[in-house]
């Protein structure tokens, strides 16, 4: 094996001419027979890292994926580039398990995908003994670790791998892992001497923002309003939620479906069908349940509810722009929402665990009510140190927030939320003591007789947006915390805070503003190219996916369609000159792509 024979292959079969970082050398690494532990960024390629190998020599890859869903879309993506993939799972029937069995034994496959409770099943091991096991590929892995946000314990079984094939390389594949985590990989996975391959947690084509949440529902239709035309993914905590904002969306008139662990399996399957193949544009998700699409041209991905972690955060962001081309992650943020969270972990019985969730809780509202670059703060998460202190492409660098003073201010809301809970015995919402602030003789306060408090009319000196803002700033400082009913309470560090007259500084709030869309750095991948092409391109491109029953980027990406919108192609030559234009893909779909070139350029 040869450079050449890499390059050749990865040409050939994938249409590209050159390796992301790193995948070179992990291809080496596995063809020359070492365990690897690889993290890479979503979106940075990681399936080519055991795909490729598979190529060049003869045998048996296994790969091992948590997703049962993403299976098919994987090995239709491979079999659409003349890659001999298979899969094996509990979503096919008899007759169709037994004819992917005797292909195996016939050796007619290079690739095959299961879950990690087929490796334990019954006789499986004993099967793939039979099959010329060359390599084995664990994707997901930190899913084998109880540190990782999306443990597994099935997963732990897969030492029965190495035990039973001690001489095959393994390589064990994530987008995010802490220290302690890779840890747990290289030992539970039993991988001997493992040779370690960290790329960078930077995405360069995912802008970062975080917008202040009011009447979250009228912000998350003013966005999906202004990207209709995108695939976007929002995630949210509840299934009633996810069920909730997918109807509302539909209503007004934007496609959209609930995923969520309360619909049934084939419910699921349904609708992220739809979405794959484009016929939905967006994806209402719990948080909690993981949702595996293998779709790279989602757009856009919004956290309408603040999530548990920043690893959390950072994978399901990463769902986003996986074809490299812009796209936005956009988190709805509010104190209520902090509030919420930590009432959660305090119900949690293990003072270890609880505390460990308060510090990943905590540095999730760092990102989220900081005012420096947060492309910085999630790469330093992730102890990597930013190659500058400004990206350029989040809401912080490109339009810094105003800071503004708050120490007298919060002194005088906390005074205001004591006085309160002082004058009957009851505590209220953060509204109701905004209101008593600024001096608004509402029915609530005249029937609670809060126009005689001291603090009433005190706070004039902001809008209303802004004392929210900083209410919100005073529960992620922990000052402040949400009862029953979503009354607020002063904290023991509250009144520390109160007693010591402690400085509070907060940002004024940023909101989703419609229609206007937000703006995107160009992308490097490729060209922005002709967009009325690209639109043209992008209705044949599904016309040829539907005839084939395939996802549309399994026919192209669209940042093969953006090269392709570029170039403007008239011969095969120059076609398969094309980003993601490989040699099976040149003959299946060259000369009617050529042909719409042909006819655009004409007209």
């Not at 990865?10 to 249409?15: A, C, D, P």
């Not at 003073?405 to 209220?428: M, N, P, Q, W």
Request: hydrophobic letters at 40%; one cysteine or more; a neutral charge.
């Amino acid at each position: 094996m040869t450079l050449e024979t890499l390059d050749a292959t990865l040409k050939h079969n994938f249409g590209f001419d050159t390796f992301r970082p790193l995948q070179r050398e992990i291809v080496e690494a596995t063809l020359a027979g070492c365990d690897a532990v690889a993290l890479l960024p979503t979106g940075g390629g990681k399936s080519l890292c055991y795909q490729l190998p598979a190529l060049v020599r003869p045998g048996l890859t296994l790969v091992v994926s948590p997703l049962i869903a993403l299976m098919k879309d994987q090995v239709d993506a491979l079999q659409s580039n003349g890659i001999a993939a298979t899969f094996l799972n509990s979503s096919l029937d008899r007759a169709a398990a037994l004819e992917r069995l005797e292909g195996l034994d016939a050796g007619r496959y290079r690739l095959l995908y299961v879950a990690p409770e087929r490796v334990a099943a019954e006789g499986f091991l004993e099967r793939l003994e039979r099959w010329n096991l060359r390599h084995i590929a664990v994707d997901e892995a930190h899913c084998v670790s109880e540190w990782g946000h999306d443990f597994r314990p099935e997963y732990r079984r897969l030492h029965e791998l190495r035990e039973r094939f001690p001489a095959v390389p393994v390589l064990a594949l994530t987008a995010t892992a802490t220290q302690r985590v890779r840890d747990d990989i290289e030992c539970f996975l039993a991988l001997r001497s493992p040779r370690r391959f960290v790329g960078s947690f930077n995405r360069p084509n995912l802008r970062y923002a975080v917008f202040e949440k009011r009447d979250a529902w009228k912000q998350l239709s003013a966005w999906c309003d202004a990207h209709r035309l995108d695939s976007g993914i929002v995630y949210v905590q509840s299934r009633a939620a996810a069920e909730d904002l997918a109807k509302r969306l539909c209503a007004s008139g934007i496609s959209a479906r609930p995923y969520h662990a309360g619909l049934s399996a084939a419910q699921r399957s349904r609708n992220q069908e739809l979405f794959i193949r484009d016929e939905v544009s967006v994806m209402c998700a719990t948080i909690a349940f993981g949702m595996g699409i293998d779709k790279p041209n989602v757009r856009y991905v919004v956290h309408y509810d603040v999530p548990k972690n920043i690893e959390g955060y950072y994978q399901e962001t990463g769902r986003a722009g996986r074809d490299g081309l812009a796209s936005d992650c956009v988190l709805f943020f509010n104190g209520g929402d902090a509030a919420k969270q930590r009432h959660f972990i305090r119900q949690i019985e293990d003072p270890t665990e609880r505390g460990r969730a308060e510090r990943l809780l905590q540095h999730l509202l760092d990102y989220a009510a900081g005012a420096l670059c947060r492309r910085g703060h999630l790469l330093r998460y992730f102890g990597e140190t930013p190659a500058s202190e400004t990206c350029d492409n989040c809401d912080n660098c490109a339009n810094p927030p105003e800071m503004i003073d708050g120490s007298v201010a919060a002194r005088k809301f906390l005074s205001c939320v004591y006085r309160i809970r002082e004058h009957r015995g009851f505590s209220t919402g953060a509204q109701h003591a905004i209101d008593v602030l600024m001096g608004a003789k509402t029915e609530k306060v005249r029937s609670w007789g809060h126009e005689r408090l001291s603090t009433f009319g005190i706070g004039t000196e902001f809008d209303r947006d802004e004392w929210a803002a900083l209410a919100a700033e005073l529960m992620r400082l922990g000052y402040l915390e949400e009862g029953e009913h979503r009354a607020i309470v002063l904290t023991d560090e509250g009144r520390r805070a109160l007693s010591q007259e402690r400085q509070v500084q907060f940002a004024r709030p940023r909101f989703v503003k419609r229609p206007k869309k937000t703006k995107r750095i160009a992308s490097s991948v490729a060209p922005a190219g002709d967009e009325r092409l690209f639109e043209e391109l992008r209705v044949l491109r599904k016309r040829l996916a539907d005839d084939a029953g395939v996802p549309p980027y399994v026919v192209f990406s669209d940042a093969a369609l953006r090269d392709i919108s570029a170039r403007k192609p008239t011969t095969r030559e120059a076609f398969r000159s094309v980003s993601g234009v490989g040699d099976v893909k040149l003959e299946r779909y060259g000369d009617v792509f050529i042909e719409a070139v042909g006819t655009y350029l004409a007209t």
